[in-house]
């Protein structure tokens, strides 16, 4: 079970690839967003997810129990 710092450093990696597959999302307006450098997301994210995911993954919407 992922619990604590990994689910939150899964959903900041997931975040951050997922924007930058989406059209008009560029390194500089990311990594401003995510507090990182544009050089760290080059070499970490470039390329990561497709935009149908991306698209998949700000479309989910949580359920209620």
Do not use: C, N, Q, W
């Amino acid at each position: 079970m992922i619990v604590g710092k990994k689910v939150d450093a899964l959903a900041r990696r997931s975040k951050i690839s997922y924007r930058l597959a989406l059209t008009g999302a560029s390194y500089a307006h990311v990594s401003d967003e995510a507090g990182a450098t544009e050089r760290l997301l080059r070499s970490e994210y470039y390329s990561k997810a497709s935009k149908e995911d991306a698209e998949k993954y700000f479309s989910l919407k949580p359920t209620r129990p």
